[in-house]
């Protein structure tokens, strides 16, 4: 008979142990997060396939951006997933949204390949906005969980987690270049397949790159929980006791306490917001007048970089781009939607704590940055969509993470998940009033203007086309406007929340920290004695 010895038996223990530690601990989480963003970004591809869907269904272009905006209101109006992650695990939201994703893509596929009756208009758009919608479920479930998990590095877990939909340097570097690698082999496959074709070999190898460079940062929470491990084990480990000193002071006589008062209705207090950094109710945040200012900001900016993301293949086609480039165009913005979360996130993080740099301040200089993309499409400047396809992508990714990040640090984080969701509300908004009312009826009025100066007339059922720089041009002479106003007021939000950039805004998250880590010290100690 066999008998293990203590020593391995200990290092059994050990090991398991870790094991656990590292599958429960929040760095595995983060990773498992990862994974659920890469996957949750349908939504921003639209433009790759709504051509397929305007030829197959013959819509006209206000028909096609008003799926477009059902595709944003469900991608972004998630305060039911917020409500319900208040009060349930987040693997419930997540299971959820796979099931809405499932149904909602499933549908749209199956009307386009024709496999079933052409459905009424009203039904495209439910469906893709159930498809949509899991994308808020899985941001809820995933993200709103990491950032309170890491609330002193929010800005660079917001980045990089949102990027991959699409913690502070000193954390998780390495996790920030093996992400950039992935982003850049991306852009470097994108952009030798549109030389070459590639065989199915080529294909495989590439793919298992991805993979490869996906999974590498379980690296990283191996490292990260290893580190904790070996200093839970000195601590459990060493003889020498916790000192722990109390300040001698005589006792003094007891007083008798006033009753305690009785609590207020949350509608009574809705109006008397607490201090910025403190923890808001919903109600407070939502009749706030620094949450006004953010909705209106975000609508005017994400808003009009959405409308030109949408429409990308009309806006290519539309200027004369053969459809090898519109590809181009999208796999553009996607890299560079990936690179403006990375950047806003990570940079955010690097000014605020270092120089108290306000991110109400950078997100101004975002929206004045996209204005030149916009002003690229409405003139037609030469191979000028190339650049506005950057510029746009860049600066659509770098406005979400400042957004999210400035939501949790004014009204704090106890109703996050809410408050998260609401503040994304704001883009079907301004998609509806730039990308359906705006570019999508000036477009369809340029198509049949030119139908009519061509003396043809519209068949029912056929798509309504529009050739040349007049397609668009109005509509971003339009958005621009609508930017710079958003511009504008983001700079009120700037002198509101100047005073509160300006103090240490993380130091009560890093009291609760060294709080935590000596409670557990000595619980675990303790546990270790007796």
Known sequence: MVVASPSTAHNLTNMRGFAIQVITGRWFMVFASLLIMAAAGATYMFSLYSNDIKSALGYDQTTLNLLSFFKDLGANVGVLSGLINEVTPPWVVLLIGAIMNLFGYTMIWLAVAKKMAKPQVWLMCLYICIGANSQSFANTGALVTCVKNFPESRGVVLGILKGYVGLSGAIITQFLYISLGLAGFLMFIIIIEKQFTFTQGEYGGSGAMVLFLLFLPLLVVFIEEFKRWKMKQIIMNDPSPINVVYNEKPMEPAVSLPPPEKQRSCWTTCFQPPDRGDDYTILQALFSIDMLILFVTTICGVGGTLTAIDNLGQIGTSLGYPKRSISTFVSLVSIWNYLGRVFSGFVSEIFLVKYKFPRPLM????????????????????????????????????????????????????????????????????????????????????????????????????????????????????????????????????????????????????????????????DNQNGVRS
């Open 363 to 522: 997100l101004t200089i975002i929206l004045l940055l996209s204005c030149v993309g916009h002003l690229l499409i409405a003139f037609n400047v030469p191979s000028g969509l190339y650049v506005a396809s950057i510029i746009i992508g860049f600066c659509f990714g770098a406005q979400w993470p400042l957004v999210f990040a400035i939501i949790s640090e004014i009204f704090g984080l106890k109703y996050y998940s809410t408050l998260y969701n609401f503040g994304g509300s704001a883009s079907p908004v301004g998609s509806y009033l730039l990308n359906v009312r705006v570019a999508g009826y000036l477009y369809d009025r340029e198509a049949e203007k030119q139908m009519v100066a061509s003396g043809l007339r519209r068949n029912s059922g056929e798509d309504l086309s529009c050739v040349g720089v007049e397609c668009f041009k109005l509509s971003f002479i339009i958005i621009t406007a609508a930017t710079l106003f958003g511009c504008l007021i983001s700079l009120i939000l700037v002198v509101r929340t100047k005073k509160f950039y300006k103090s240490d805004i993380y130091k009560k998250f890093r009291e609760a920290a060294k709080t935590a880590e000596m409670e557990m010290a000595m």
